[in-house]
């Protein structure tokens, strides 16, 4: 975490889904402010160069689409909840996250819960880009140093006792199991329905992919952002329905993605290996 900016990973996501909008057709998530906030053109996302970790968000289209495709997949159960009454949204680990400037709800709140470089880094980038910040947005900024989740998020306005969706995307596998255990816990104690959608990273079954998962690891601990958890689908389903989760539903990567494009050949083959440890899950209470 750069104490002077977002993460390297935030960046990289806010790339690939910019450069998801002209490069891939038709485009499975829409997202007409990622490269305003980022402030590049299409011409500068499409020379970008595939040599560092911003460059290869670009040029990796599996990779692209799955960051898209993560996105439609929490959206879209962010709108389904709202059809049903729930007016506030947690983004846990924000990043340079879009939705509240694209919210199409007036009475639904907002609440980008960040690391407070990335979130000051966020709010000179809307200002430079012209983003108009909602009244139904309100960062919350946790260094969890100092902080813990449960105090800033409910002095922020946050209503523990209404309804809510917590949207938790590239995050679960930065922080070890008994952290992420902590916050699907504090999670779980919303007193009415609530609803949490997050990715995660499943072990390597085979020695090809354990290789690939250690080359993966080792790049992100030199970038400053270790790999510190895995989940099996079956072992982190259990831990859901011990914390009273009774609604799970379970996707890899691969799958998700081609349910977005019809059924069509995503990727022309067998699933990449960029993705095939990847899942995303939706589990309600």
């Not at 104490?3 to 998530?29: E, K, V």
């Not at 983003?131 to 960062?139: A, G, L, M, Y």
């Not at 999670?187 to 998962?213: C, H, K, M, S, T």
């Amino acid at each position: 975490m750069d104490n002077d900016g977002p993460s390297r990973t935030a960046l990289i996501t806010a790339y690939a889904r910019a450069y998801h909008q002209i490069a891939d057709h038709p485009p499975i998530f829409p997202d007409p402010l990622a490269a305003r906030l980022l402030g590049v053109t299409a011409e500068e996302l499409t020379e970008s160069g595939t040599t560092d970790s911003l460059g290869l968000a670009v040029s990796d289209r599996s990779r692209r689409l799955f960051f898209a495709a993560r996105a439609r997949f929490a959206e879209d159960a962010v709108a389904a909840a709202v059809a049903t009454g729930v007016r506030q949204v947690v983004i846990l680990g924000a990043g340079l996250d879009t939705f509240a400037y694209r919210n199409p709800s007036p009475d639904l709140r907002v609440f980008e819960v960040d690391h407070p470089a990335t979130q000051a880094w966020k709010r000179e980038r809307l200002t430079a880009a012209g983003i108009d910040r909602p009244e139904t947005v309100t960062f919350v900024s946790v260094d969890f140093e100092t902080s813990t989740l449960a105090t800033e998020l409910e002095s922020s306005g946050f209503e523990r006792t209404d309804p809510a969706v917590f949207v938790w995307l590239g995050v679960v596998f930065y922080l070890t199991p008994d952290a992420a255990h902590a916050t699907l816990e504090y999670i779980a104690g919303q007193a009415q329905w609530v609803e949490v959608i997050f990715d995660y990273l499943q072990p390597a079954v085979g020695e090809e992919d354990r290789a690939y998962q250690r080359v993966r690891a080792d790049r992100l601990a030199a970038a400053g952002e270790p790999v510190r958890s895995y989940f099996a689908p079956d072992d982190l389903a259990a831990q859901l329905r011990a914390l009273g989760f009774t609604d799970l539903e379970d996707h890899s990567a691969p799958d998700l993605v081609a349910g977005y494009l019809d059924g069509s050949a995503a990727f022309g083959g067998e699933p990449p290996r960029a993705l095939r440890a990847n899942r995303i899950l939706r589990a309600s209470r």
